[in-house]
């Protein structure tokens, strides 16, 4: 669930990001209907890359989490945790992409690796939020009976 979660995330987010600040800055849209048809068309650019490492980044989250839940013990520690594994896995996402040769090159400049940070972050944020209860419920479920 998580990996089917951060990869659609991670989609939706970088289809919104390039959206604002690259087409809609541009001008290369003058109506509503031109950005969703060309937000429509981003999105099935990002599916593969975003979609793809954001999967493989959810699955190995949800397993550092799990391990982690027994010392986690608030919402906060939580979610903080969350950040830094979003901020941790996105600048993996470059060296992703030279490993499959995919993408352009400037992605590994400052501000394509600012670009990477800010979709994941967000995405391990939001994952952090939406199934804190989840994650806290088995740090404070009680020990089993010993006989």
Request: glycine share 4%; net charge neutral; hydrophobic share 55%.
């Given at each position: 669930m998580a990996g089917i979660f951060c990869a659609c995330a991670a989609t939706l987010i970088s289809t919104?990001?390039?959206g604002l600040f690259l087409v809609v800055p541009a001008h290369a849209v003058h109506d509503l209907k031109g950005f969703f048809?060309?937000?429509f068309s981003i999105l099935f650019i990002a599916l593969v890359p975003a979609g793809l490492f954001g999967f493989v980044c959810g699955v190995i989250s949800r397993l550092y989490l799990l391990v982690r839940s027994a010392h986690i013990t608030t919402t906060v520690r939580l979610i903080s945790e969350c950040g830094i594994i979003?901020?941790?896995f996105s600048l993996c996402f470059s060296?992703?992409?030279r490993l499959l040769a995919w993408g352009?090159?400037?992605w590994t400049n400052l501000n394509g690796i600012l670009f990477i940070v800010s979709v994941g972050?967000?995405?391990s944020l939001l994952y952090g939020i939406l199934y804190r209860r989840n994650l806290l419920h088995?740090?404070?479920s009680p020990p089993a009976p010993t006989n």
């Open positions: 919104l990001w390039v048809s060309v937000a979003g901020v941790l060296l992703f992409l352009p090159v400037e972050c967000p995405v088995r740090s404070s």
